[in-house]
């Protein structure tokens, strides 16, 4: 059964204050599908690639 933060707020929401973490009781199984994924960002910001970006933000934070 696949699981997805939204079904995990689903169970806390149910069962409420059992004695049941979620996070720690719950691990997906399998992989349902593969999505890909888009980053975007600004054409201002002077990076031109993921590796990039990181290494920007790595060095401004905030």
């Known amino acids: 059964m696949p699981a997805t933060r939204t079904d995990r707020r689903y ?6 204050s ?3 973490d979620v996070n720690r009781d719950f ?12 980053f975007v960002m600004h054409p ?7 590796a990039e970006f990181i290494a920007y933000a790595e060095k401004n934070p905030g």
């Open 27 to 38: 691990i997906p199984a399998t992989p349902l599908a593969r999505v890909p994924n888009l």
């Open 11 to 16: 169970v806390l929401t149910t069962l409420g």
């Open 44 to 50: 201002d910001l002077p990076v031109r690639n993921f």
């Open 18 to 20: 059992a004695a049941l």
